[in-house]
């Protein structure tokens, strides 16, 4: 069955304290990863695609990365303002061939002044 | 760039009471559309999405419809809302299927 997971569930930093959050897949077809930010009662914003494992992308202090069974999003020296939930998406092809988008459940952040 | 457009930003329904949430979108023709419900501490779950006018493809069968009489415009509705329709409701949309998605900032929706 195709599966996203995200750990840890829930993440405090203290602010500075740099650190990483998994997303782990399990699909076939896998046509891409994405990675979202969401605040309390917003959607989801858009940070990142990645495509191909070994690819890596950055965005000040968050930078995700890829490998052919999960991505890490690496936040670097974070800052409360960085709180939030991430998520991870796959994007993969169904056995009929369409595309289908799997969401994991996110990591809540928490970065302490 | 593509903006989704979502409301109301709150919804209190009583039980088999009639739903219409409307989605609209800027920045884009023909987009992919799609509508989400998240519960908390779930991941996000597709309900419906659309490719274009007219068509609508639904992921769960469930006591929700959905609508699309313009190419930018997006509907979720229902005859009759049950308890368990409760949630958070999101219209996301594409440019195409291998384009990242763009959130509206969704709906919150309570049946009493």
């Known amino acids: 069955e195709d599966q996203v997971t995200q750990s840890p569930e829930a993440l405090r930093l203290q602010e500075g304290e740099s650190s990483s959050l998994n997303c782990s897949y399990t699909?076939?077809?896998?046509?891409?990863l994405f990675w979202y930010r969401q605040d309390p009662g917003k959607g989801p914003e858009f940070l990142f695609t990645?495509?191909?494992a070994g690819e890596e992308k950055e965005k000040e202090r968050l930078k995700a990365t890829l490998t052919k069974k999960e991505s890490f999003l690496h936040i670097t020296a974070p800052k409360p303002e960085d709180s939030a939930t991430y998520l991870c998406?796959?994007?993969?092809?169904?056995?009929?061939?369409?595309?289908?988008?799997?969401f994991g459940t996110g990591t809540r952040l928490k970065v302490l002044a | 760039s593509q903006t989704i457009h979502q409301w109301p930003a709150t919804l209190v329904q009583p039980v088999g009471s009639p739903l219409s949430l409307e989605c609209t979108v800027e920045?884009?023709?023909?987009?992919?559309l799609y509508w989400y419900r998240q519960a908390a501490g779930r991941g996000l779950q597709l309900l419906f999405y659309?490719?274009?006018?007219?068509?609508i493809s639904s992921e769960v069968p469930q006591n929700l419809s959905a609508s699309r009489p313009q190419d930018r415009q997006f509907i979720l509705s229902s005859k009759k809302l049950l308890l368990s329709d409760s949630g958070f409701y999101l219209c996301a949309g594409s440019r195409d299927s291998n384009q990242p998605q763009h959130f509206g900032d969704g709906t919150r929706l309570s049946i009493l």
């Open positions: 998406a796959v994007q993969a092809i169904s056995t009929s061939g369409t595309y289908k988008y799997i």
């Open positions: 659309s490719v274009g006018i007219g068509q």
């Open positions: 699909v076939s077809g896998l046509r891409g």
């Open positions: 990645l495509y191909s």
């Open positions: 920045g884009t023709s023909n987009p992919n």
